[in-house]
């Protein structure tokens, strides 16, 4: 099992206690497609940055790559994050200062192995928009920065938060779709978080999760492209 | 209003940048209080007792005593006293007995009571404080017992020098005051007192014109000068007058320098801070809030601060003006007449930084207002706006490190150039305290005492002539005036007329080559501040008769800060109608033993360690402008950097959740200023040398005192280390407000809705709750 999560039990205390996970438990294989769907306030968020190293967890395990994060100390969890896991997020969140390629470097200057950001943008269709800044881009276009930054150190899990939740149906096709070719090109583990429940057609597992806990976890028979996906 | 309750929010959020602000402002008002209070009281102590007391305009002897005092002030318009002084040698000292003035140079009663009774005696109260005497006490001179019923203060014996040539005050020596009945009954009196006479004119306008009319209707009546000095040129009377002019210059500028420098940081601050806010403007706009309520609510910050600034400032600056009072009245004897703030100063210690940041605030606020609700609401003024220079830079050959350091500095301009010019500021001020103080130094080492070859200088109070009064060996006479140029009364020099041997004084050209003492040679600050070189003809007045002369340049001499012109002995003699051998001064390389009563003062330049005490004001304003630089530099680099910080807080954040280590981020964000540092710093170099030079020429000016600008390598490699250490002491005290900028900064934002924020990895944190404009930004980046 590539991604294990076990137990996993977070609260909040902020006068009151929140129990935002309570005993979740998720699995997923190596090299695939993985979508948490869920309202607001149920958890998802919570889940994916315990499970990127970005916050920590109160009680439970989770094992990537047959290494148990929650056991890390600070510092082993920022080299699982420099080197094992990838982020796309929602609104992209490119330096706008920074032009694209400029961008992309940012995580291969730190990377041990990297790939090359020529190879990655050409990946990703962007070539010929390396020197823009991401001003200077559509919404699509910058997600594709986003998913090129998060591919460039070659991570094993790539971890997408509402990867189209700011894009147009036609835009979050293509995005949705280079995700699919991510996956099939570097073999790359992607758990995703959506709303939406049409692109759960994408994923190999499905987790439906609702107040912290794993109402459901499917798994679909038949992935349906992206290009074919509609809401 | 309810917004008011924002205010606060805004001042506790960013306390270390405004304490900042506040600090800075408080600065140039106690700079600015301390040094006009100091001034105004030193000016009315001095003005008001010169005034009160009617200071004299000159004092001078006579080879015989003026017959018709009456008659000469009269013709004169000056009022004209003459008073007896007579030297009486104590165990540990010298007293100089002097009688009252009634016309001029009335002395003032310190502390006791005035001469009432024969018998009765007023001192000076450094001379009791050093001899251990008290008021009610006795002090017996040549046998007469004298009561001392009080101290005083004399208006022509302000700086207390025994002769009056001399430099540095004799040690032991003091004045004072008996009748002239008990000044007569000393026995010995009669032959050894000198009677000096003292005038002041009455008309006080055109003092040098009446100067040399006086000069005329004396020679006219065929009196003989031996004794000649104008209180200009008089130390006893002039030396308090230089350090009020002294502060005066330097307290206008300077204190304006740290407002000017206050408003462009607090208004770039504040342009910022309303620009962060704009989504909330907007919002508020649309809400029905109305520009000027808005601009009223922006505003209150920079008034604020400014008000609390200027006012603590003020507030610490009255404690601070009496002990640099005292310290300065330590060598002076002036009636202590209390401190004096003149309210218009304390008025605009307060009011002018808040004029001043208040308009500059208001401009800025204005330019952001100016924008429609809907274009606010958008988060126009948010988004990271692209600039030409970052457009145009092509990078790609450079390693991502300073890419990222480059781009980051370019990113805001206005940013970099508050950077730089804080910098240079800072530098500049450093640089400025560090080389006038070694300018100083220079002067010391390589100015007029040291230019003496032979270290002993005699000057007598009557012309002497080489046939009667021949010199000894290993001596030589020279013989001087006071001049100036034609149409610049306020540059003087001397005329020194020496013989073609000289040997007494080293006259060496610009490569360091002896020059001729047979040629007309003018020193170099002379000739630099007249814009004279070789072969030119400088064309002067004679300050004592007021006749012209003019004499063409042969040579040019080194020198640090001394204006003169040197000429042949006998030419000199011949052409300001001397006889032939007449000589007022006498360099020696060793002790003569002239008659002491021949001679106005001694110089001695034996020890050039004894006049090191004349730097002691010096001392003080460079320690407190190297302090100065030092807390400007820390202010601005520390706002500079913590500005960079918070407009970096979303970057700082993502970094650190891509697996950026702390030192990482601290190495890409922090140094990226180094550069700008270190441009800023070198370009604080020629800042200081325009501004050095304006100011000293500005000095020279009111003072007809030269002080060479000399930069020394040293001082400069120490100031650039110092700015360096403080640059990364900033650093390292911002480094901890960076530590702090917990990832969870950068994935609320990102989560934007999230109900929950991620706790930080290494401590609980609470954060500042992403605002609206936040939100927008990211919607609004699309």
């Not at chain 1, 800044?133 to 971890?159: C, D, H, M, T, W």
């Not at chain 2, 007995?97 to 005035?114: D, F, M, Y």
């Not at chain 2, 520009?291 to 505003?299: A, F, G, I, P, S």
């Not at chain 2, 692209?386 to 350091?405: C, G, P």
Request: charged share 20%; aromatic share 8%.
């Amino acid at each position: 099992m590539f991604l294990s999560v076990s137990n996993l039990t977070k609260s909040y205390h902020t006068g009151i206690v929140t129990h935002v996970l309570k005993d979740v438990d998720l699995k997923m294989e190596r090299g695939q497609i993985g979508v948490i769907l869920g309202p607001s306030g149920s958890g998802k968020s919570t889940l994916m940055n315990i499970i990127g190293g970005v916050d920590r967890a109160d009680g439970g395990t989770v094992e990537v790559g047959g290494e148990r994060i929650t056991d890390f100390n600070d510092n082993q969890l920022v080299e699982y994050r420099r080197e094992r896991v990838g982020f796309v997020f929602q609104f992209y969140n490119l330096m706008p200062n920074l032009m694209v390629a400029e961008n992309i470097e940012v995580v291969s200057n730190i990377s041990k192995k990297p790939l090359k950001t020529d190879e990655v943008l050409s990946a990703v269709g962007l070539s010929d928009k390396k020197n823009r800044f991401p001003r200077e881009l559509s919404g699509g276009e910058q997600q594709r920065v986003s998913i090129a930054r998060a591919i460039v150190k070659n991570p094993k899990l790539l971890l997408c938060d509402e990867p189209t939740g700011a894009l147009d149906l036609e835009t979050s096709r293509g995005v949705l779709s280079l995700l699919q070719k991510v996956n099939a090109q570097f073999g790359t583990t992607i758990l995703m978080i959506t709303h939406n429940v049409a692109i759960a057609g994408m994923a190999h597992v499905v987790f439906r999760l609702r107040s912290g806990e794993v109402e459901e976890a499917a798994h679909n028979s038949e992935i349906i492209p992206a290009e074919r996906i509609e809401w | 209003m309810v917004l008011r309750k924002r205010v606060w929010r805004m001042i506790k959020k960013n306390k270390g940048r405004y304490i900042g602000i506040v600090i800075l402002i408080l600065v140039g008002s106690l700079y600015f209080t301390a040094a006009t209070g100091i001034s105004t009281t030193l000016e009315n102590m001095v003005v008001g007792f010169a005034e009160e007391y009617r200071q004299e305009d000159l004092t001078f002897s006579t080879d015989k005593p003026i017959q018709d005092i009456a008659a000469l002030e009269e013709e004169s318009g000056a009022l004209i006293e003459a008073y007896r002084q007579y030297d009486v040698k104590l165990p540990n000292g010298e007293l100089r007995l002097l009688s009252p003035g009634t016309k001029v140079n009335i002395p003032a009663v310190t502390s006791g009571r005035g001469l009432e009774n024969p018998g009765d005696i007023l001192l000076d109260p450094h001379f009791c404080q050093t001899q251990g005497l008290t008021i009610g006490g006795q002090i017996e001179l040549n046998g007469k017992t004298f009561r001392i019923v009080g101290t005083m203060a004399v208006p022509n014996y302000v700086y207390i020098i025994k002769n009056l040539r001399d430099v540095l005050p004799t040690s032991g020596f003091g004045i004072g005051i008996v009748s002239g009945a008990d000044l007569s009954a000393f026995p010995e009196a009669s032959n050894e007192a000198v009677t000096v006479y003292g005038a002041r004119f009455q008309d006080r306008k055109n003092i040098d014109a009446q100067t040399t009319k006086l000069h005329g209707l004396l020679s006219q009546k065929g009196y003989s000068l031996s004794e000649w000095l104008d209180s200009e040129n008089n130390k006893r009377v002039s030396m308090p007058w230089g350090n009020i002019s002294s502060m005066k210059s330097m307290s206008f500028p300077v204190a304006t320098a740290f407002f000017l420098l206050s408003c462009l940081i607090v208004g770039v601050m504040i342009m910022r801070t309303v620009k962060s806010d704009g989504v909330v403007i907007g919002t508020l706009y649309a809400q029905g809030y109305r520009r000027r309520e808005l601009t009223r609510h922006y505003m209150t910050i920079p008034v604020l601060l400014s008000a609390v600034g200027g006012l603590a400032g003020t507030l610490l600056a009255l404690p601070c003006v009496r002990p640099v009072v005292n310290s300065m009245l330590a060598s002076y004897i002036l009636p202590d007449k209390g401190n004096t703030f003149s309210p218009l100063n304390l008025a605009l210690a307060v009011l002018v930084p808040v004029a001043l940041i208040g308009l500059s605030s208001f401009l800025a606020i204005r330019r952001i207002l100016r924008k429609t609700a809907v274009d606010l609401m958008k988060g126009d003024e948010q988004k990271a706006k692209v600039n030409f220079i970052e457009r145009a830079l092509r990078l790609d050959r450079l390693q991502f490190n300073t890419k990222f350091r480059i781009r980051e500095q370019v990113r805001s301009i206005p940013r970099l150039l508050f950077l730089v010019l804080g910098v240079s500021a800072a530098s500049m001020i450093l640089l400025f305290g560090f080389t006038y103080n070694y300018s100083m130094d220079v002067v010391m080492d390589k100015g007029s005492i040291t230019r003496y070859q032979y270290p002993l200088e005699y000057n007598f109070k009557e012309i002497q002539n080489l046939q009667e009064r021949a010199v000894p060996k290993g001596a030589e006479p020279y013989n001087a005036l006071r001049c100036y140029p034609e149409g610049r009364e306020s540059v003087e020099f001397y005329l020194v007329g020496m013989e073609p041997d000289s040997i007494g004084f080293k006259v060496n050209d610009m490569q360091g080559n002896a020059l001729s003492r047979d040629q007309v040679n003018i020193s170099s600050p002379l000739a630099s501040r007249l814009k004279l070189t070789e072969g030119d003809t400088i064309r002067f007045v004679n300050k004592l008769d007021g006749k012209s002369y003019s004499l063409a340049i042969d040579g040019i001499v080194e020198a640090y800060g001394e204006q003169f012109v040197y000429m042949p002995f006998d030419e000199f003699n011949r052409m300001t109608g001397q006889p032939v051998g007449s000589y007022s001064t006498v360099l020696s390389s060793h002790e003569i033993d002239f008659d002491e009563s021949l001679l106005s003062g001694v110089m001695d330049a034996r020890n050039p360690e004894a006049y090191e005490d004349l730097n002691a004001l010096t001392t003080l304003i460079v320690t407190s402008v190297t302090a100065l630089a030092v807390l400007i530099a820390v202010i601005i680099l520390f706002l500079v950097t913590s500005l960079m910080i918070d407009e970096n807080r979303n970057t700082i954040s993502l970094l650190k959740i891509f697996g950026y280590r702390g030192k990482e981020v601290t190495n890409l964000i922090l140094n990226s200023s180094t550069p700008a540092v270190f441009v800023g710093f070198w370009l604080g170099l020629p800042f200081m040398l325009a501004f050095g030079n304006v100011l000293y020429g500005y000095v020279a000016e009111i003072t007809n005192m030269l002080i060479p600008m000399t930069v020394n390598p040293l001082y400069v490699l120490i100031s650039f280390a110092l700015i360096f250490a403080v640059y990364e002491i900033t650093k390292r005290l911002c480094g901890r407000k960076l530590a702090k900028i917990s990832m969870s900064e950068a994935l609320s934002e990102l989560l934007g809705r999230s109900q929950y924020t991620p706790t930080n990895l290494k401590k609980s944190y609470h954060f500042f709750v992403p605002s609206i404009n936040r939100q927008r930004k990211s919607m609004y980046n699309n």
